[in-house]
C-alpha cells in the first residue's frame, strides 16, 4: 500500500474502534476531579497536591478501572469533523454512518443555560487556582469544537449561536482602548491566552456567516491581547503577563498550537500580516525548541517528561493548516511509528514511558482529526477555507 492507502485505512481501524467504545474514555483528570480527589485537593497543601495530580499517571490502569468511562462532548465534536473529512476525501458514506446519532447527541448534551448551545466537560473540574466547575460548565476551550462541528453540517443556527455565548456570558478580564482578554468559563476570572486565540476564531467564523460586525471587532481586540503577550522569541506563556497569579511562565507545546491554530484561522478572513508575521515566529521557536529528532514534539522545552499523544497530533493539525505539509507527514509518520501499540487499532497515550490506556479526550479525537485533515487536504478534495469558514 501507498502511503495514503495506509492513512486510511489507520485512520478507518482508529475510527471503528472508537465506534465499539460509543466514545467512552477514562481521563487522566478523573482522580482529582472526583468527590475524594476535589476534597483531598482542597485540604492538602499545594506540594502535597502536586503529588495527586500525577497519581493518574504514574498508575494509569489503577485510574482506567477505578473511575467511570464517560463521554466527552470535546471528543465528539472531534469524531465528527473528521469522519466529514474523510466522507469528503474518498465519497464513502461509511465514514458518516454515525453523524446523525452523534449530533443528535451533542444537541441534547448542550448547557442551555447560558446563550445559545454550549458544552464543557463530562464532570466536576477543579480548576488550576481552585475554581470548582459544575459538570458541563460552559468552556471557552470546549464549545468552538461542538461549533465547528456544526458548521461543518451546515447547521448554522446553532454553529453560530457559540459566538453569543463567547460576547455575552465569559468576563472581560482585562478590557482597554484595543485589547480584550475573557474569562475561561462564566465562573472564573483567568487571564489565559490561549482563550484569546479560540475566542477570537469563533467570532471571526460567525462573522464570516453572520456579517455582525460586533463579532469581528471584539475578535480582533483579542488578537491584539495574544499578540501583545507573545514573547520574543516567538512563544506564548500559558497564562497572560497580566496575571497575579499563577507564575506566568509556563510554556508548553499544546497550548502554541491552540494559539497558532486560532490565530490562523483569523488570518485566513483577514489577512492582517501582523498575525502570519506572529504565527511564523511561534512556529520557528516550536521547530527550534519543542522537536525530538524531527519526529517527535515533547511537552516543554527545558523539561524531561513523557511524550503526550495530543501533543503530537496537534501539531500535526497546525502544521497542515499552516500549510507546511512536508512537516505535517514527517511528523505524522513519526507518531504513528512511535505511538502505534502492536495488535491495536488505538494509539499509546504516551511515551518514554509508555502509557498504553487509550484516553479518547487526550488524544485519539485529536490523532483521528489530524490524520483526516492531513489526508483531506492532501486529496485535493477540499481548502482550508471549507473546513474553517
Same mark, same amino acid.
Given at each position: 500500500?501507498?502511503?495514503?492507502?495506509?492513512?486510511?485505512?489507520?485512520?478507518?481501524?482508529?475510527?471503528?474502534?472508537?465506534?465499539?467504545?460509543?466514545?467512552?474514555?477514562?481521563?487522566?483528570?478523573?482522580?482529582?476531579?472526583?468527590?475524594?480527589?476535589?476534597?483531598?485537593?482542597?485540604?492538602?497543601?499545594?506540594?502535597?497536591?502536586?503529588?495527586?495530580?500525577?497519581?493518574?499517571?504514574?498508575?494509569?490502569?489503577?485510574?482506567?478501572?477505578?473511575?467511570?468511562?464517560?463521554?466527552?462532548?470535546?471528543?465528539?465534536?472531534?469524531?465528527?469533523?473528521?469522519?466529514?473529512?474523510?466522507?469528503?476525501?474518498?465519497?464513502?458514506?461509511?465514514?458518516?454512518?454515525?453523524?446523525?446519532?452523534?449530533?443528535?447527541?451533542?444537541?441534547?448534551?448542550?448547557?442551555?443555560?447560558?446563550?445559545?448551545?454550549?458544552?464543557?466537560?463530562?464532570?466536576?473540574?477543579?480548576?488550576?487556582?481552585?475554581?470548582?466547575?459544575?459538570?458541563?460548565?460552559?468552556?471557552?476551550?470546549?464549545?468552538?469544537?461542538?461549533?465547528?462541528?456544526?458548521?461543518?453540517?451546515?447547521?448554522?443556527?446553532?454553529?453560530?449561536?457559540?459566538?453569543?455565548?463567547?460576547?455575552?456570558?465569559?468576563?472581560?478580564?482585562?478590557?482597554?482602548?484595543?485589547?480584550?482578554?475573557?474569562?475561561? /468559563? &462564566?465562573?472564573?476570572?483567568?487571564?489565559?491566552?490561549?482563550? %484569546?486565540? =479560540?475566542?477570537?476564531?469563533? #467570532? @471571526? $467564523?460567525? !462573522?464570516?456567516?453572520?456579517?455582525?460586525?460586533?463579532?469581528?471587532?471584539?475578535?480582533?481586540?483579542?488578537?491584539?491581547?495574544?499578540?501583545?503577550?507573545?514573547?520574543?522569541?516567538?512563544?506564548?506563556?500559558?497564562?497572560?503577563?497580566?496575571?497575579? /497569579? &499563577?507564575?506566568?511562565?509556563?510554556?508548553?507545546?499544546?497550548? %502554541?498550537? =491552540?494559539?497558532?491554530?486560532? #490565530? @490562523? $484561522?483569523? !488570518?485566513?478572513?483577514?489577512?492582517?500580516?501582523?498575525?502570519?508575521?506572529?504565527?511564523?515566529?511561534?512556529?520557528?521557536?516550536?521547530?527550534?525548541?519543542?522537536?525530538?529528532?524531527?519526529?517527535?514534539?515533547?511537552?516543554?522545552?527545558?523539561?524531561?517528561?513523557?511524550?503526550?499523544?495530543?501533543?503530537?497530533?496537534?501539531?500535526?493539525?497546525?502544521?497542515?493548516?499552516?500549510?507546511?505539509?512536508?512537516?505535517?507527514?514527517?511528523?505524522?509518520?513519526?507518531?504513528?511509528?512511535?505511538?502505534?501499540?502492536?495488535?491495536?487499532?488505538?494509539?499509546?497515550?504516551?511515551?518514554?514511558?509508555?502509557?498504553?490506556?487509550?484516553?479518547?479526550?487526550?488524544?485519539?479525537?485529536?490523532?483521528?482529526?489530524?490524520?483526516?485533515?492531513?489526508?483531506?487536504?492532501?486529496?485535493?478534495?477540499?481548502?482550508?477555507?471549507?473546513?474553517?469558514?
Amino acid at each position: 500500500m501507498d502511503y495514503g492507502e495506509i492513512m486510511i485505512s489507520t485512520i478507518s481501524n482508529l475510527k471503528v474502534w472508537m465506534d465499539g467504545t460509543g466514545l467512552k474514555s477514562g481521563d487522566p483528570f478523573a482522580l482529582q476531579c472526583s468527590d475524594v480527589g476535589i476534597r483531598i485537593a482542597q485540604l492538602l497543601p499545594p506540594r502535597l497536591r502536586g503529588a495527586l495530580y500525577i497519581m493518574d499517571r504514574k498508575f494509569p490502569t489503577i485510574a482506567d478501572k477505578l473511575f467511570a468511562h464517560a463521554v466527552a462532548p470535546h471528543s465528539v465534536a472531534l469524531y465528527l469533523q473528521a469522519t466529514w473529512l474523510m466522507y469528503k476525501a474518498t465519497g464513502e458514506p461509511k465514514w458518516i454512518n454515525r453523524r446523525m446519532n452523534w449530533s443528535k447527541w451533542l444537541v441534547n448534551h448542550a448547557n442551555r443555560e447560558y446563550n445559545g448551545y454550549t458544552w464543557g466537560i463530562p464532570f466536576k473540574w477543579l480548576m488550576g487556582t481552585g475554581v470548582l466547575a459544575p459538570e458541563n460548565t460552559p468552556m471557552s476551550t470546549v464549545t468552538p469544537y461542538c461549533s465547528d462541528a456544526f458548521y461543518m453540517f451546515h447547521e448554522y443556527q446553532i454553529a453560530t449561536s457559540g459566538a453569543n455565548f463567547i460576547l455575552k456570558n465569559l468576563k472581560r478580564v482585562y478590557d482597554d482602548d484595543d485589547k480584550l482578554c475573557l474569562s475561561y /468559563s &462564566p465562573l472564573d476570572g483567568f487571564m489565559i491566552v490561549n482563550v %484569546q486565540a =479560540y475566542c477570537a476564531a469563533q #467570532l @471571526y $467564523r460567525a !462573522y464570516v456567516h453572520t456579517g455582525f460586525p460586533h463579532y469581528r471587532i471584539t475578535a480582533d481586540r483579542l488578537i491584539n491581547f495574544v499578540l501583545s503577550e507573545q514573547n520574543e522569541d516567538g512563544s506564548w506563556y500559558y497564562w497572560s503577563k497580566k496575571a497575579q /497569579s &499563577p507564575v506566568a511562565s509556563s510554556i508548553d507545546s499544546l497550548h %502554541q498550537c =491552540y494559539i497558532m491554530q486560532g #490565530l @490562523y $484561522r483569523c !488570518y485566513l478572513v483577514n489577512k492582517n500580516p501582523q498575525i502570519k508575521e506572529s504565527v511564523i515566529s511561534c512556529m520557528d521557536y516550536c521547530n527550534e525548541n519543542l522537536m525530538v529528532d524531527d519526529v517527535i514534539i515533547k511537552k516543554f522545552p527545558n523539561q524531561p517528561h513523557a511524550r503526550e499523544l495530543i501533543d503530537n497530533a496537534e501539531m500535526v493539525s497546525t502544521k497542515d493548516l499552516l500549510g507546511d505539509y512536508v512537516g505535517a507527514r514527517e511528523l505524522l509518520t513519526g507518531v504513528i511509528d512511535k505511538f502505534t501499540i502492536d495488535n491495536t487499532p488505538y494509539f499509546a497515550s504516551w511515551i518514554n514511558p509508555q502509557n498504553n490506556i487509550p484516553y479518547i479526550r487526550w488524544g485519539q479525537s485529536q490523532l483521528l482529526y489530524a490524520m483526516a485533515q492531513h489526508v483531506t487536504l492532501q486529496s485535493g478534495k477540499i481548502t482550508l477555507q471549507e473546513i474553517y469558514l
